[in-house]
């Protein structure tokens, strides 16, 4: 294994990080748990090749990850299995999907691609309907959705803009969703 870049403590890691971003957590990380990983990725897998991808995926997963580790949900080892546990359900879906022998890279390509924002013309097309369903509903039922569940805030907030009771909110709010919900999705 070649020098590993370390990086300062301080570099976007908080102070329950996982500490993967540095040489001597990585290192001990990699003695104490790689062998686990490994004969976990292998046993499920059956492929030594494959399962020594896996653990590299889960690895660097979780050094990018490092600073969104939360010891108050579990141990560094648990969350590393989590890890590679979703690395693992990911390429049996994949192996499961393509039987055939499939390399590492087209597995990679589509988790990247699973992971991916939709592109923009799928948000548009998104935007268009939701507008265009919007439309359908009395102004009043209308504000109370776009700004409770489009702009995410929450109902006591949107009460006091628009100088009503926060029961008239939820009221607006619940009967424009069972409104939409009898609407057509091609209204």
Not at 36 to 42: C, P, S
Not at 119 to 127: I, K
Request: glycine share 6%; proline share 5%; charged share 25%.
């Amino acid at each position: 294994m070649g020098t590993l870049r370390s990086l300062p403590d301080s570099a976007g890691c908080t102070p329950h990080c996982a500490r993967l971003c540095t040489e001597s957590g990585l290192a001990a990380v990699l003695a104490a748990d790689k062998a686990l990983l490994h004969w976990r990725a292998q046993s499920r897998l059956g492929d030594t090749g494959l399962a020594e991808h896996a653990v590299q995926e889960t690895l660097l997963r979780a050094w990018r990850a490092c600073a969104t580790y939360d010891p108050a949900r579990g141990s560094v080892r648990t969350w590393l299995l989590t890890i590679e546990r979703n690395i693992l359900t990911d390429i049996g879906r994949f192996r499961a999907a393509r039987p055939g022998d499939a390399s590492w890279d087209e597995i990679t390509e589509l988790a990247e691609w699973r992971c991916a924002r939709p592109d923009f013309t799928e948000s548009l097309a998104d935007g268009l309907l939701v507008d265009e369903l919007l439309a359908h509903l009395p102004p009043p039922q209308r504000d109370a959705v776009v700004q409770v569940i489009l702009c995410d805030r929450a109902y006591q907030d949107v009460a006091a803009d628009l100088g009503v009771p926060v029961g008239t909110v939820k009221t607006r709010v619940h009967y424009a969703l069972r409104s939409l919900r009898r609407l057509p999705i091609s209204a």
